[in-house]
């Protein structure tokens, strides 16, 4: 039985992205008439690290930017304090002041201390992220969210696509290894994907991908990542899941695909799925190591007959 692009996957974990032009170095506070819109329409938009292209807006009110799942802005970083920056956003403008962070907080290059006020284009960068804050109205707004959907999404499932897949991977990864924290990863395949194919046309293989994405997509939770790395591939990354909690996940993923079928405009299809399942150890000091021994496990699944779940 061939094994599918493995080498390929892993090497892929390698890829930097390209460098930004050097950043201001002068904080600067700026009046409310400089230009900007209402306040509801202030947003941060990531111009470096694992966010790159989001954008996120910035309501009236106190805001927590961290690396917690409990901040406004969620930044997935290891260099980022869990609360690493509070926000005061009000008619009066927008103030920021550092939480003790382990890394600091630097505002256009300079260091902050205790707490300044942002103005429009100023930089913000914590960690290995750059923020900048803009004024978007709505339409600026739904062009940059289209931009990032084209650059980080597969267009057929509506999952994240191989390459953000693997860099949000790699950013997990980073942060299980350096806190100790549960870490799991699954490698999913269609099974005879290629009969599909055959039987039903390209088209019925399309919609049969569209609707596995879908019930895998519901059968996750929020801090959950789900992403399509080949043809009918698929990576599922579960942080602060061990491999108990990874198996009754996946089982139950498993179950909802066999069980029922898929309707196609040429008959219905039943589908199958097969999993390799890894949890990450001591052992795994690289993110290419974790999803090697999920890929063995998934080879193993094939082997032994498919529509299973198998464990590393």
């Known amino acids: 039985m061939k094994r599918k692009g493995t080498p390929k996957l892993i090497s892929s974990l390698d890829e930097t992205l390209p460098g930004l032009p050097e950043m201001e170095t002068v904080v600067r506070p700026k009046t409310l008439d400089e230009g900007r819109l209402a306040p509801a329409e202030w947003a941060f938009v990531a111009y470096a690290g694992a966010a790159l292209g989001r954008v996120f807006p910035l309501p009236m009110g106190e805001l927590l930017l961290g690396r917690s799942s409990d901040c406004a802005v969620a930044l997935v970083d290891g260099e ?39 103005g429009i284009g100023d930089r913000l960068s914590l960690g290995g992220h750059v923020l900048k804050l803009v004024s978007l109205d709505p339409l600026e707004r739904a062009f940059h969210e289209t931009l990032l959907d084209l650059s980080t999404r597969d267009p057929l499932t509506g999952l994240a696509n191989r390459g953000s897949s693997l860099a949000e991977f790699q950013n997990r990864f980073g942060l299980s290894f350096r806190y100790s924290r549960p870490l799991s990863v699954v490698i999913c395949d269609l099974d005879l994907f290629k009969q599909v194919n055959d039987v039903h046309g390209h088209g019925g293989g399309d919609l049969v991908l569209r609707a596995f994405g879908e019930r895998l997509q519901a059968a996750l939770r929020e801090a959950d990542l789900a992403g399509r790395i080949g043809g009918e591939e698929f990576l599922m990354v579960l942080p602060e899941t061990d491999l108990a909690g990874a198996r009754i996940l996946t089982e139950r993923l498993r179950k909802s695909i066999a069980g029922k079928p898929v309707l196609l405009p040429t008959g219905s299809v039943s589908i199958t799925c097969s999993m390799g399942v890894a949890q990450r150890t001591v052992a795994d000091l690289e993110a290419g190591h974790l999803l090697a021994r999920a890929d063995a496990a998934l080879y193993r699944a094939k082997a032994q007959g498919r529509n299973r779940v198998c464990e590393d």
């Open 80 to 118: 980022v304090s869990r609360h690493h920056v509070r926000l005061r956003v009000s008619e009066g403008g927008i103030w920021l002041e550092d939480l003790d962070s382990t890394n600091g907080t630097l505002v256009n290059g300079e260091l902050v201390k205790g707490s300044v006020r942002l």
